[in-house]
């Protein structure tokens, strides 16, 4: 019994040396662990763990709190906070105008309770604080600089206008801060039409004070009172002539001056009809990705196809020529190879039905950039 009990507990001798190396990495990662958190507690500022896990820096500015709305980057730091969160609570400090009360400072992505509870031992928030007392104690941030601080605001002078109608330098005359004047005009522009005076509430830029400032001077004009564009008249809502335009040879500019388009809407149909070799009808036009049907009934009836798209010869094209096609797919162009190779060139669409593998949806979507010749 006692013989196999002592069998049971042998250590061999690569056993000993498993346990031997185990314990030395155990060591070893004490050591490191016991001098790596002396290092760091050398390097960190002396702050003092209070109980409640309340904590308090041992250095307050001038032997007093500071005001959450004027300290600096540097001061924070001086406090125990890291650069980039002392960083990140400026940069949202001055994105909302400075903080009114704690709730906003808990909203900083990153901060602990801990780093929020030595905030509140160091540092103060005062109701009557405004923003315009941050341009007397910059921050380290840029956006807010001194430089900018000195700027005078554009006096506002309003006058009746048409959302609807007025155009970017007439909304900028007015003295209308220019994001929202760009807001207003490429709102319409994406195919927004403005109906009531609240509908201005709508754009990003706008803020409650422009509106009630604004808001008296809207005057939006009905239906009858709009006349409608016709074709080669300059329309109301835009500086350009308004021009037929051929599709399969328009260029970005020219789609540019269509109603509702812009450099963006132009670039996107310029890319589908260079995909496609073409634009053979409207529901193509209307099939581009992201393109707003309200943009699209705009721009319609300006739009004519008096150039053909691409055409693909398909009794001399291979079958790695046909396959480039965006609606030919390589199965569909061994078929039509095969087929033409075995029974001679296509004359017509109705030929490619007589390969029993091909369906008349499919014909009619791709006959048009076909030449039988």
Same mark, same amino acid.
């Given at each position: 019994?006692?013989?196999?009990?002592?069998?049971?507990?042998?250590?061999?001798?690569?056993?000993?040396?498993?346990?031997?190396? %185990?314990?030395?990495?155990?060591?070893?990662?004490?050591?490191?662990?016991? @001098?790596?958190?002396?290092?760091?507690?050398?390097?960190?500022?002396?702050?003092?763990?209070?109980?409640?896990?309340?904590?308090?820096?041992?250095?307050?500015?001038?032997?007093?709190? +500071?005001?959450?709305?004027?300290?600096?980057?540097?001061?924070?730091?001086?406090?125990?906070?890291?650069?980039?969160?002392?960083?990140?609570?400026?940069?949202?400090?001055?994105?909302?105008?400075?903080?009114?009360?704690?709730?906003?400072? !808990?909203?900083?992505?990153? +901060?602990?309770?801990?780093?929020?509870?030595?905030?509140?031992?160091?540092?103060?928030?005062?109701?009557?604080?405004?923003?315009?007392?941050?341009?007397?104690?910059?921050?380290?941030?840029? &956006?807010?600089?001194?430089?900018?601080?000195? &700027?005078?605001?554009?006096?506002?002078?309003?006058?009746?206008?048409?959302?609807?109608?007025?155009?970017?330098?007439?909304?900028?005359?007015?003295?209308?801060?220019?994001?929202?004047?760009?807001?207003?005009?490429?709102?319409?522009?994406?195919? @927004? &039409?403005?109906?009531?005076?609240?509908?201005?509430?709508?754009?990003?830029?706008?803020? !409650?004070?422009?509106?009630?400032?604004?808001?008296? @001077?809207?005057?939006?004009?009905?239906?009858?009172?709009?006349?409608?564009?016709?074709?080669? #008249? #300059?329309?109301?809502?835009?500086?350009?002539?308004?021009?037929?335009?051929?599709?399969?040879?328009?260029?970005?500019?020219?789609?540019?001056?269509?109603?509702?388009?812009?450099?963006?809407?132009?670039?996107?149909?310029?890319?589908?009809?260079? &995909?496609?070799?073409?634009?053979?009808?409207?529901?193509?036009?209307?099939?581009?990705?992201?393109?707003?049907?309200?943009?699209?009934?705009?721009?319609?009836?300006?739009?004519?196809?008096?150039?053909?798209?691409?055409?693909?010869?398909?009794?001399?094209?291979? !079958?790695?020529?046909?396959?480039?096609?965006?609606?030919?797919?390589?199965?569909?162009?061994?078929?039509?190879?095969?087929?033409?190779?075995?029974?001679?060139?296509?004359?017509?669409?109705?030929?490619?039905?007589? %390969?029993?593998?091909?369906?008349?949806?499919?014909?009619?979507?791709?006959?048009?950039?076909?030449? @039988?010749?």
């Amino acid at each position: 019994m006692l013989k196999s009990l002592q069998s049971y507990f042998y250590i061999g001798q690569n056993q000993r040396k498993g346990i031997a190396l %185990t314990c030395l990495c155990i060591l070893s990662y004490g050591l490191f662990r016991h @001098f790596y958190i002396q290092y760091h507690m050398q390097t960190l500022p002396d702050i003092t763990i209070l109980k409640g896990n309340e904590t308090q820096s041992k250095e307050i500015i001038n032997g007093e709190k +500071i005001s959450l709305n004027t300290i600096s980057t540097t001061q924070l730091i001086n406090i125990g906070f890291k650069e980039s969160l002392a960083s990140r609570m400026l940069n949202y400090r001055d994105k909302i105008g400075g903080f009114k009360n704690w709730d906003q400072v !808990e909203k900083v992505y990153g +901060i602990t309770s801990d780093q929020l509870n030595l905030l509140k031992s160091s540092s103060f928030i005062k109701a009557k604080d405004s923003w315009n007392s941050q341009k007397k104690f910059p921050s380290s941030s840029k &956006k807010y600089s001194s430089e900018n601080s000195t &700027k005078i605001k554009p006096v506002l002078k309003p006058a009746s206008f048409d959302p609807n109608l007025v155009t970017l330098e007439e909304l900028e005359s007015m003295g209308l801060n220019p994001k929202i004047s760009k807001g207003i005009v490429n709102f319409r522009k994406a195919g @927004f &039409k403005y109906k009531s005076a609240e509908d201005l509430k709508r754009i990003y830029t706008m803020d !409650e004070k422009s509106f009630n400032q604004l808001l008296p @001077f809207v005057d939006i004009k009905s239906e009858k009172q709009i006349e409608k564009p016709q074709l080669n #008249v #300059v329309d109301k809502t835009y500086t350009k002539k308004i021009n037929i335009v051929d599709i399969n040879v328009a260029t970005l500019e020219q789609l540019d001056q269509l109603p509702g388009i812009g450099p963006g809407y132009a670039n996107m149909i310029l890319k589908w009809r260079n &995909k496609l070799g073409g634009f053979h009808s409207a529901d193509q036009i209307k099939s581009t990705y992201n393109l707003p049907d309200s943009v699209f009934q705009n721009i319609k009836q300006y739009i004519v196809f008096k150039t053909e798209p691409t055409l693909i010869s398909i009794n001399t094209c291979d !079958e790695y020529t046909l396959a480039k096609h965006f609606y030919i797919r390589s199965k569909e162009a061994k078929i039509i190879v095969a087929y033409r190779s075995n029974h001679g060139p296509f004359r017509s669409k109705e030929d490619l039905l007589k %390969t029993g593998a091909l369906d008349t949806e499919w014909v009619e979507k791709v006959s048009p950039y076909l030449n @039988f010749k």
